[in-house]
Every structure is written in structure tokens, then in C-alpha cells.
């Protein structure tokens, strides 16, 4: 490749002299431009192109050293040869120690050595700038990385620091220069607290590369501390000897303490951040363990919060959490220090009450948690009241191990739930046939979804003075392999805890409103049909649009539909309920206080829901005429019924002394026994061609 001359001088004769000395060169690889003014030369040089100069610094427009450092000024990375006169020698002088890269006398400018001593100025300045590059790479790569890197000497001072050696150690390149590396970088063991030999002295003395010591703490400049790994290796020069060392090192505190969160995490629950089930499954085997070695008893205390789904869904998931994290408060303030609270999931709790001795001591933790957690909690602008049933397992009667001991509790905490909830129940072995009826029955639920094998039962409503069918009640039934119709007493409440209430419901649902539009295209009688829902359906904020979109889908008229709802589940959330009920009215869709007179509504509420039946539960009913009861209350009833001009009808109607007591106190309406049992749709089909026995009601 030919390589671009620029010569720049007034003397014409110093001019072609230069050139054909050039152009005899042995591989002719010189293309060469004459200028005789320096202005027109940094014209041409400001164009680029040119790979060497070769300057007179005596010209027509500029005189001496200022002519080499105008031109340097323009070309500072371009080799510039200077071209004097013998007698120039501290001229030419000057401008090597400005950055001349040579210069040539006169007389020598035939010699034979000028194209190589340019060739060799065009390469050493190429050398030098694939240097520059590089370094410059190298530089900006070491500085754009996190980890710090220091650099020594052979005597183990600080050649080079980069941007985050400067930052971790509060020393900058500058500072450090020269200095000990045991000074720049001061390390001390993380545990012991001792100063550490720094590891670039072993790789100056061994030359082996050598990582930091687990827990290495950095000392900073400022006496800040950061914990710190990686590694160092020595640095040979290119004979393959010991030139020095370099070290490589990162903060690792940050991590270290995600790595401790992350432990944490891993066993506290993130709401509550009490320990969780590893966490105290681990604690319980420690217990266990204790408890052997003392001759001791420990208890598992299996806490779950009464009716929190209801608090969850009508007051909002925010508030939830806040409860649950008030709970969790409550709890820990209720036991010892050497006691441990978990939380398990949703509402539920463990406590572990540990060198128990007596199980009176277990007795009184209970007692205090029901009473504390009784109290209402302050949340936002809410007042809040919360209970508990708790369940209690005691170790060694009731288990060997964690996992017997929390099965166990578990069962007791079902067991006090069944027995009204807000109370304690001890582990008892007859409570496990319960559990394995209950998990039995829970496992039949959900096969009954899946495999359509509810069925529903109808049973007439009545009116007492004509004997004509006004209205029937859908009925659930499950049927069971083996055993038959199960009655929903054994299995609407786990459906309610197992949360499969609400897909059964809509099943009853469809399936009440779709047998009725059966009967009516059949051509019998259309009576409304009445439906029970639960707390769990009626808190759903889709429910009034699910049962519109069945009513739809089914073709049933919303004044064919009525829904049968308890006195105890209307006053759960009245304001809900209120709104909720009223847009069911707004359709059509009657309403029924089902077991009224059993819960504890006042009249300023009942007033208020756009109710349209009252129906009496079959307890009083069934008091009627008896030795202890004269019927006053199912009397009392049916007069605020009349009173709210509300139709009212008497459950559980089975005698006709039941049946006469309703008649003389203008009870509209009966359900019961002495009228029909519930009936499969088919047999429910004739009774609607056939009526009640007319004698019935007489």
C-alpha cells in the first residue's frame, strides 16, 4: 500500500532532492505533494489523507518552532519530520521535544535510509494508535463493569485503580498511586474482626492465583464497611516474568442481605411475617425433641377465624389483610416468648405452646386468645369483631411428630366449629370417625358436581283454607353409592367450609327453574318455586346477575321464583343486603325470610328489606298444642306478618291441630307432612293434576 508525503518547504531544490530520493526507493511506495507555504500545507492537511509530513520550519508565511506547532496543532497524531539546516540544531531540537516524530539535515536528504526511516515513522505512529485503541478499550471496559480492580507493582503499591475500585474504596487512582495495597485496600476477617493479609502479597511471593477468604469485610476510607469476595492472579511481563498483581473484587452486601430476606421469606409468612408451616414444623420437632429429654408436655393451639370470608368479601381484601395482621399481634401478645404463633394460610393459625406441664396452663392459653381476639379491632373507620374456634392437640398423647400433632388440632378446631364456634375443643379419638365423614363427604360433594348426581325433591306449599297448591320448595338431595339419599344436614355446612356451596346453589338454581319450565310446557300448573340460598351465594357480588342470566337461559319468569333466605344469614351485612334484595325486587323475584322468628332481627330491619314472605320455622309450628306451648309464638308471628301486610307461611306443618290453630289465626299458607312429603319431580307432576285431598283442609 503507498503511503501519502506531504512536503512542505520554499526551497526548490531541497524539494526535488526529497522527491527523487523517495521515488527511487526500492518499492516505490510514495505518493508525494509539494507545498511551499504552510497555510496552503494545513489547508491540504485539514482535508486529510496525508500519512507523513516533511516540514521546513523556515517558511515565507511562518518562521521557527511556531510553524511546527501550528502544524502539530492540525496533525497531532499525523508523524511530522522536520527538515533544517545544519546550523538548526536547537531549532530542531525543540521540535522533537514538541512531538516531531524526526528531522533530517541538509545533506542527508539523498541518503538511502529516508524511505525506511518514514516508513517506519508511519508505522510506529500506527502502533501507537492500535495502543491508544486498545488501552482506551480497555480503560472504558474496566470502568463500565461493577467489580473493582486494583492493580500492583512487584513491591505489592497500587499501579491502578478503576472507577468502582475508586468508589468501594474511597481512594482515587491518583490518591493511591505508590501506596501499599494494604493500605489502599484494609481487610479484616467478617467474624473474627481481625485484620486479614491482603492476598496480592501471597501472589507476589508464590505466583499462584489465590481467592479472598469467605466473610472478607472491605475497610473504606471513610471507615465504612462492605463485605466483599472474588479473587487474584499475578500479572507477567511478556518474558514470562513477575511484573505484579491484580485483585478483583465485588460488594456482596447488598446480596448477602437478600440472601438473608430470601431465608427469611422462605419461612415467615410475607403478610403477618410470623413463622410458617416449615418453619414451625421444624420448631414443633425442636419441641418434641426438648420435651422428651424434660419429661414435658407441648400443645398445638390450631386457631381458625369465624366468618373472615364474610369480612374479606364485604369489607375488602385491604381491610382482610389488615385484620389478619391485627390477629396476628393479638396472638403473639397472648403467649410467651418461648411459645411460637404461625400463620398457615387465609385465616388460619398455630400456636405451639412449649414446657407445658399441666393442661390447665394449655386451657388458660385458649381462654385468653378467645377473650383477646373477642375484642373489636379499630381498621380504617371500621369497627371490627372477629372469634375464633380453636383446636388442641397435646404431645405425646396425641402424636409423636408435627405433622400427627397439626392433623389432630385441625380436627379438634372442626370439632369446635360444629360446636358453635368462638371455643376450644381438646383432641378426642372419637373426633377422627367425624373427620373421615366429613373428608368422606367433602370428596362425594365434589364427585356429585363433577358427575351430576344431586337431585332435587319438591314439596308443595298449601293454602289452608282451599287445599290448593300455591307454590313449591326445591329440595336438595345427594345420592350416595351404596347408602342412598344423603339429606343436606350432613353435608350443606362442609359445603359451606370447602367453599363448594356457592356451585351447588347455582346447580339447585338451574335445575329448580328448569324442572319448573317443564312442567309448565307439559301443561300442568305453574306455582312459583322457592329456592334456598346461602350466606356464601347472597355475598357473591355477581349473584344478581347470575340468577338473572339463569332465569334467561332457563326461560322462567322472575315471579315464578322465589328466594328462601334465613333470618341469620338477612342481618349478616344488612346495608349489603338491603341493596341486594331490592334489586331482586326490581325484577320480580320474590323474597322469603325462611325459619323466621329464630335469629334476631328487630322490626326497624325487617321493615326495611323488601320482604314478601314471612315463614314461620317448624320449631314453633311444631310447639303448637303442645303441654310446655300454646302456640304464642307462631300466633305472635302470624299477627306481624298481617300487621306488615306480609303473606305468612307455617313450616313443619305434621297434625291437623297444627293445621286448625294456623286457620283460626288467618295464617295463609302451610308447608309440611300433613300435606306431602317432598316428592321426585315425576311424582310432584301428578300431585299438580290431582291436588290435595280436598278433606285436608276442612
Known amino acids: ?71 502539530f496543532t492540525v496533525a ?14 536547537m531549532l530542531t531540537t525543540e521540535a522533537v521535544q514538541s512531538g516531531a516524530q524526526g528531522y533530517l539535515t541538509k545533506g542527508n536528504f539523498e541518503s538511502y535510509l529516508l524511505s525506511q526511516s518514514l516508513h517506519n515513522m508511519i508505522q510506529r505512529k500506527a502502533i501507537e494508535e492500535t495502543f491508544f485503541i486498545e488501552k482506551a478499550r480497555a480503560e472504558i471496559t474496566l470502568n463500565s463493569i461493577s467489580d473493582a480492580v486494583i492493580s500492583t507493582d512487584v513491591s505489592g503499591n497500587v499501579d491502578y485503580l478503576n472507577t468502582a475500585a475508586e468508589t468501594m474504596t474511597g481512594w482515587s487512582r491518583e490518591e493511591a498511586q505508590g501506596h501499599p495495597i494494604s493500605e489502599v485496600m484494609q481487610i479484616i476477617n467478617g467474624v473474627t474482626r481481625k485484620p486479614e493479609s491482603n492476598p496480592v502479597y501471597f501472589i507476589l511471593q508464590q505466583n499462584k492465583s489465590k481467592a479472598l477468604a469467605a466473610g472478607t469485610i472491605l475497610i473504606r476510607r471513610d471507615g465504612n464497611e462492605a463485605a466483599i469476595e472474588d ?10 516474568k513477575l511484573a505484579g498483581a491484580v485483585i478483583v473484587f465485588h460488594d456482596i452486601t447488598a446480596s448477602q442481605v437478600m ?30 425433641a426438648l420435651a422428651k429429654r424434660q419429661g414435658t408436655q407441648l400443645a398445638v393451639l390450631y386457631l381458625d377465624l369465624d366468618n373472615f370470608k364474610h369480612i374479606n368479601d364485604s369489607l375488602g381484601h385491604l381491610v382482610g389483610d389488615k385484620l389478619l395482621q391485627s390477629v396476628a399481634q393479638s396472638l403473639q401478645a397472648c403467649v410467651r416468648s418461648s411459645d411460637t404463633v404461625s400463620r398457615q394460610g387465609g385465616d388460619e393459625f398455630i400456636v405451639l405452646v412449649t414446657e407445658n406441664k399441666y393442661v390447665e396452663h394449655t386451657a388458660n392459653t ?41 392433623k389432630k388440632a385441625d380436627t379438634a378446631m372442626y370439632h369446635a366449629k360444629e360446636k358453635g364456634r368462638n371455643n376450644y375443643q381438646f383432641f378426642k379419638s372419637e373426633m377422627n370417625v367425624r373427620a373421615v ?13 363433577d358427575q351430576q348426581i344431586f337431585i332435587l325433591h319438591y314439596q308443595p306449599k298449601v293454602n289452608l283454607d282451599t287445599g290448593v297448591i300455591t307454590g313449591v320448595e326445591a329440595l336438595l338431595r345427594m345420592i350416595e353409592p351404596g347408602s342412598g339419599m344423603v339429606l343436606p344436614d350432613r353435608f350443606v355446612s362442609i359445603a359451606e367450609d370447602c367453599g363448594l356451596i356457592v356451585p351447588i ?33 347472597l355475598r357473591q357480588k355477581d349473584f344478581v346477575k347470575d340468577v338473572l342470566v339463569i332465569l334467561k337461559e332457563t326461560g322462567l319468569e322472575a315471579d315464578c321464583l322465589q328466594l328462601e333466605i334465613t333470618e ?87 297434625e291437623r291441630a297444627q293445621l286448625t290453630f294456623l286457620k283460626e289465626r288467618n295464617c295463609e299458607e302451610g308447608q309440611g307432612f300433613f300435606f306431602s312429603h317432598p316428592l321426585f319431580a315425576e311424582q310432584f307432576a301428578v300431585l299438580l293434576t290431582t291436588g290435595i285431598s280436598e278433606t285436608c283442609c276442612r
Not at 479473587?231 to 514470562?240: Q, R
Not at 319450565?517 to 340460598?533: D, E, F, H, Q, S
Open 568 to 654: 341469620d344469614v338477612l342481618m349478616s351485612d344488612t346495608e349489603s343486603n338491603i341493596e341486594t334484595l331490592r334489586q331482586f325486587k326490581k325484577m320480580g323475584v320474590q323474597l322469603t325470610v325462611d325459619n323466621f322468628g329464630t335469629g334476631y332481627s328487630s322490626l326497624s330491619y325487617l321493615n326495611k328489606f323488601p320482604i314478601d314472605i314471612l315463614k314461620i320455622d317448624r320449631s314453633f309450628v311444631h310447639d303448637i298444642g303442645s303441654i310446655n306451648d300454646n302456640g304464642a309464638i307462631a300466633g305472635a308471628i302470624i299477627a306481624m306478618g298481617i300487621s306488615l301486610k306480609q303473606q305468612v307461611v307455617a313450616e313443619g306443618v305434621e
Open 231 to 240: 479473587s487474584a492472579a499475578p500479572i507477567h511481563d511478556w518474558d514470562g
Open 76 to 89: 497531532p497524531h499525523t508523524p511530522i519530520m522536520v527538515l533544517s539546516a545544519l546550523d538548526d540544531e
Open 366 to 406: 385458649a381462654n385468653r386468645i378467645l377473650t383477646v381476639l373477642s375484642a373489636p379491632y379499630s381498621i380504617g373507620e371500621q369497627d371490627i369483631h372477629v372469634t375464633t374456634s380453636i383446636g388442641i392437640s397435646v404431645y405425646p398423647e396425641d402424636g409423636q411428630d408435627s405433622e400427627t400433632l397439626i
Open 259 to 288: 440472601i438473608l430476606k430470601m431465608a427469611h421469606l422462605a419461612q415467615h409468612d410475607f403478610l403477618t411475617d410470623l413463622p410458617n408451616r416449615m418453619l414451625l414444623s421444624d420448631r414443633i420437632a425442636q419441641s418434641i
Open 505 to 537: 346453589g347455582q346447580w339447585v338454581l338451574r335445575e329448580a327453574c328448569s324442572q319448573t319450565m317443564r312442567w309448565k310446557r307439559a301443561g300442568l300448573k305453574t306455582v312459583p318455586v322457592a329456592v334456598n340460598i346461602s350466606a356464601l351465594e
Open 1 to 71: 500500500m503507498s503511503n501519502r508525503i506531504l512536503i512542505i518547504t520554499g526551497d526548490t531544490a531541497d524539494a526535488r532532492v526529497l522527491q527523487n530520493a523517495l521515488n527511487e526507493a526500492k518499492d516505490n511506495r510514495f505518493i508525494i505533494e509539494r507545498l511551499t507555504k504552510l497555510s496552503d500545507g494545513l489547508k491540504r492537511i485539514r482535508k486529510g489523507g496525508v500519512d507523513a509530513i516533511m516540514a521546513n520550519l523556515s517558511l515565507s508565511d511562518s518562521q521557527g518552532i511556531k510553524t511546527f506547532d501550528k502544524l
Open 437 to 449: 365423614e366429613r373428608q368422606f363427604i367433602e370428596v362425594q360433594l365434589r364427585r356429585a358436581l
